[in-house]
C-alpha cells in the first residue's frame, strides 16, 4: 500500500484505512511496551500483582477498618475490587497515553504513520492490568461465595464505555503534552486525586444529594457504577446522571480527536 500525505486533508478527517494499514505496527508497539514494563525487575511479572494487591489492604484498612464504609451485604474487599477493575484500566491509558507522544518522539521525527496508533497502543498494553484486576475479582468472589448478578449480560457494554473515556481522556493529554510539557507532571496529580473523587474505595451514596449533579461530572463516576450494578447488583445512578456521563465521553472523545489531528500537522516539529 502506498501512503500519500495530503497537506490539505480536513482536520476532522480520520483515514481509518490507514490505521488499520498501520495494525502491525501499533502491535507492535504495545508488545514492546509489554516486553519492557517489568524488564530488569527483580520479581517481573509478579508486580503485576503486588501492586492492586497492596491497593487493596489500604483500602480495607483505611475505608473498611477505619472509615467503617458500609457495603452493605457485600464483601468490601469485592466491593473494592469491582472498583479498581475499571480504574486500573483507565489510570493506565490516562498516565501512559497522556506521555506516549513525548516518549515517542525519536520515532515521530524519523518516519511517517498515523500517530494516533501511539495512544491506541497504551490502551492495548492496558488490558494487562484490567485482566490482572479480573483474575483478582473472580478470586475474591469465590473466596467469599459471592455470586455475580444476572446484569452481568450488560458488562460488554460498560466496558466498552470504559475504554472509549480512557481512550478520550489518553488522547487529548498527549495532544496537550505536545505544546504543554507540564501536562506530564500534572497526570500522576490527577490520578491521585481522581481516585479520591471516584466511587472506587467507597460507594457513591455516601456523597449528599445536593453535590451529586458536580459528583456525576466526573464520568468515571457513574462507569465504576455501572460496572458494580452489573456484577453486584447494586443501584445505579440516576437516568439524568448516566446521561451526563455519555454526553461528557462522547465530548471528550470527538474534541480528542479534533485536536489531536490539529497538532499531528506539527507534532515532528515541535514534540
Known amino acids: 500500500m502506498r501512503t500519500i500525505i495530503a497537506a490539505n486533508r480536513s482536520t476532522w478527517s480520520i483515514n481509518f484505512k490507514e490505521i488499520v494499514h498501520y495494525r502491525e505496527l501499533m502491535w507492535m508497539l504495545a508488545y514492546k511496551d509489554y516486553r519492557i514494563r517489568y524488564a530488569q525487575t527483580i520479581l517481573g511479572f509478579t508486580w503485576a500483582f503486588i501492586q492492586p494487591l497492596f491497593t487493596l489492604i489500604i483500602f480495607i484498612l483505611v475505608f473498611n477498618k477505619a472509615a467503617k464504609v458500609d457495603t452493605g451485604t457485600i464483601p468490601y474487599p469485592v466491593f473494592a475490587m469491582t472498583g479498581m477493575w475499571a480504574w486500573s484500566y483507565f489510570s493506565y491509558v490516562m498516565v501512559q497515553a497522556g506521555s506516549s507522544i513525548i516518549g ?79 501536562i506530564q ?66 465530548a471528550l472523545f470527538i474534541s480528542g480527536i479534533y485536536y489531536f489531528k490539529r497538532v499531528e500537522r506539527v507534532m515532528a516539529d515541535i514534540v
Open 104 to 182: 515517542s518522539q525519536s520515532l515521530i521525527s524519523k518516519v511517517y504513520f498515523p500517530r494516533l496508533i501511539i495512544p491506541l497502543s497504551k490502551s492495548i498494553v492496558g488490558f494487562i492490568d484490567f485482566i490482572i484486576a479480573f483474575v483478582m475479582l473472580v478470586i475474591l468472589m469465590v473466596y467469599f461465595g459471592y455470586a455475580p448478578s444476572i446484569n452481568i449480560l450488560a458488562l460488554p457494554l460498560i466496558i466498552l464505555a470504559v475504554v472509549a473515556l480512557s481512550l478520550a481522556v489518553g488522547i487529548w493529554l498527549s495532544a496537550l503534552s505536545i505544546r504543554f510539557r507540564d
Open 185 to 250: 507532571y500534572i497526570i500522576p496529580f490527577m490520578v491521585q486525586i481522581g481516585l479520591y473523587v471516584t466511587p472506587v474505595a467507597y460507594p457513591s451514596s455516601r456523597i449528599p444529594p445536593e453535590y451529586l449533579t458536580l459528583y456525576y461530572l466526573n464520568p468515571m463516576a457513574a462507569v465504576i457504577d455501572g460496572f458494580r450494578w452489573a456484577v453486584l447488583d447494586t443501584p445505579l445512578p440516576e437516568i439524568k446522571f448516566l446521561t451526563y456521563s455519555c454526553i461528557i465521553t462522547i
